[in-house]
Protein backbone atom coordinates (compact mmCIF):
# COMPACT_ATOMS: atom_id res chain seq x y z
CA UNK A 1 0.00 0.00 0.00
CA UNK A 2 1.19 3.30 -0.97
CA UNK A 3 2.74 5.15 2.02
CA UNK A 4 3.85 8.94 2.17
CA UNK A 5 6.28 10.29 5.34
CA UNK A 6 7.41 13.64 5.15
CA UNK A 7 10.69 14.85 6.92
CA UNK A 8 13.02 17.77 7.34
CA UNK A 9 10.51 19.64 9.77
CA UNK A 10 12.38 22.08 12.27
CA UNK A 11 12.55 25.72 14.17
CA UNK A 12 14.27 28.15 11.65
CA UNK A 13 15.09 31.78 12.21
CA UNK A 14 12.45 34.19 10.07
CA UNK A 15 14.44 35.12 6.54
CA UNK A 16 15.88 31.10 7.12
CA UNK A 17 15.77 28.21 4.60
CA UNK A 18 14.56 24.69 5.03
CA UNK A 19 13.91 21.51 2.70
CA UNK A 20 11.08 19.03 3.08
CA UNK A 21 11.47 15.51 1.97
CA UNK A 22 8.49 13.37 0.91
CA UNK A 23 9.06 9.67 0.62
CA UNK A 24 7.05 7.82 -1.08
CA UNK A 25 7.08 3.80 -0.54
CA UNK A 26 4.74 1.24 -1.96
CA UNK A 27 4.28 2.73 -5.40
CA UNK A 28 6.25 4.15 -7.80
CA UNK A 29 6.82 7.54 -7.82
CA UNK A 30 6.81 7.99 -11.56
CA UNK A 31 3.23 7.56 -11.80
CA UNK A 32 1.82 9.46 -9.16
CA UNK A 33 1.45 13.44 -8.99
CA UNK A 34 2.42 15.00 -5.53
CA UNK A 35 1.15 17.91 -3.53
CA UNK A 36 2.20 20.06 -0.77
CA UNK A 37 -0.50 21.48 1.92
CA UNK A 38 -0.34 23.17 4.95
CA UNK A 39 -1.99 24.10 8.10
CA UNK A 40 -1.16 26.88 10.22
CA UNK A 41 -2.34 26.98 13.66
CA UNK A 42 -6.10 28.11 13.37
CA UNK A 43 -5.91 28.56 10.07
CA UNK A 44 -7.34 25.92 6.54
CA UNK A 45 -5.40 24.03 5.28
CA UNK A 46 -4.26 25.05 1.63
CA UNK A 47 -2.18 23.97 -1.06
CA UNK A 48 1.22 25.55 -1.46
CA UNK A 49 2.92 23.34 -4.60
CA UNK A 50 2.64 20.49 -6.32
CA UNK A 51 4.23 18.81 -9.39
CA UNK A 52 3.09 15.89 -12.04
CA UNK A 53 5.19 13.55 -13.40
CA UNK A 54 7.72 13.85 -16.30
CA UNK A 55 8.01 16.19 -18.32
CA UNK A 56 7.74 18.21 -15.15
CA UNK A 57 4.56 20.13 -14.35
CA UNK A 58 4.75 22.49 -11.54
CA UNK A 59 2.16 25.27 -9.91
CA UNK A 60 2.55 27.31 -6.97
CA UNK A 61 0.06 28.97 -4.66
CA UNK A 62 0.48 33.10 -5.27
CA UNK A 63 1.58 33.75 -1.40
CA UNK A 64 4.57 31.03 -2.04
CA UNK A 65 5.85 31.69 -5.71
CA UNK A 66 9.26 32.61 -5.79
CA UNK A 67 10.11 31.24 -2.68
CA UNK A 68 9.16 27.30 -2.29
CA UNK A 69 10.55 25.63 -5.31
CA UNK A 70 8.92 21.56 -5.13
CA UNK A 71 11.33 19.02 -7.09
CA UNK A 72 10.64 15.16 -7.87
CA UNK A 73 13.51 12.42 -7.92
CA UNK A 74 12.24 9.26 -9.59
CA UNK A 75 15.36 7.48 -8.91
CA UNK A 76 14.77 8.11 -4.79
CA UNK A 77 11.10 8.06 -4.59
CA UNK A 78 10.94 11.55 -3.20
CA UNK A 79 9.51 14.60 -3.45
CA UNK A 80 11.50 17.73 -2.01
CA UNK A 81 9.80 21.39 -1.12
CA UNK A 82 12.64 23.73 -0.37
CA UNK A 83 11.59 26.79 1.16
CA UNK A 84 13.84 30.21 1.47
CA UNK A 85 13.03 33.49 2.92
CA UNK A 86 10.72 31.95 5.68
CA UNK A 87 8.36 33.89 7.45
CA UNK A 88 6.38 33.39 10.36
CA UNK A 89 3.32 33.38 8.70
CA UNK A 90 4.85 30.03 6.99
CA UNK A 91 5.14 27.81 10.29
CA UNK A 92 2.93 25.36 9.73
CA UNK A 93 2.38 21.23 9.67
CA UNK A 94 3.42 20.61 5.69
CA UNK A 95 1.95 17.57 4.62
CA UNK A 96 2.50 15.87 1.19
CA UNK A 97 -0.31 13.76 -0.63
CA UNK A 98 -0.59 11.97 -3.78
CA UNK A 99 -2.56 11.03 -6.55
CA UNK A 100 -2.39 8.68 -9.88
CA UNK A 101 -1.56 10.53 -12.56
CA UNK A 102 -4.45 11.68 -14.77
CA UNK A 103 -3.77 15.03 -16.23
CA UNK A 104 -0.93 16.83 -17.90
CA UNK A 105 -1.17 19.01 -15.41
CA UNK A 106 -0.77 19.19 -10.85
CA UNK A 107 -3.46 19.99 -8.63
CA UNK A 108 -3.28 22.44 -5.63
CA UNK A 109 -6.66 21.47 -4.28
CA UNK A 110 -7.11 19.12 -1.70
CA UNK A 111 -9.87 16.93 -2.47
CA UNK A 112 -8.07 15.38 -5.92
CA UNK A 113 -5.63 13.55 -3.48
CA UNK A 114 -6.18 10.05 -2.30
CA UNK A 115 -3.27 9.43 0.02
CA UNK A 116 -1.60 11.63 2.56
CA UNK A 117 1.31 11.36 4.79
CA UNK A 118 0.80 12.58 8.64
CA UNK A 119 2.75 15.97 8.47
CA UNK A 120 6.33 18.34 9.36
CA UNK A 121 6.00 20.58 11.73
CA UNK A 122 7.85 23.78 10.25
CA UNK A 123 8.05 26.90 13.28
CA UNK A 124 9.90 30.22 12.61
CA UNK A 125 11.27 32.42 15.17
CA UNK A 126 13.91 34.40 16.19
Known amino acids: QLQLVESGGALVQPGGSLRLSCALS????????IAWFRRGSGKEREGVACINREPDTSDYADSVKGRYTIARDNAENTVYLQISNLKPENAAVYYC???????????????????WGQGTQVNVSS
Open 97 to 115: AATFVRFPYCSLWSDQYNY
Open 26 to 33: GATLDYYE
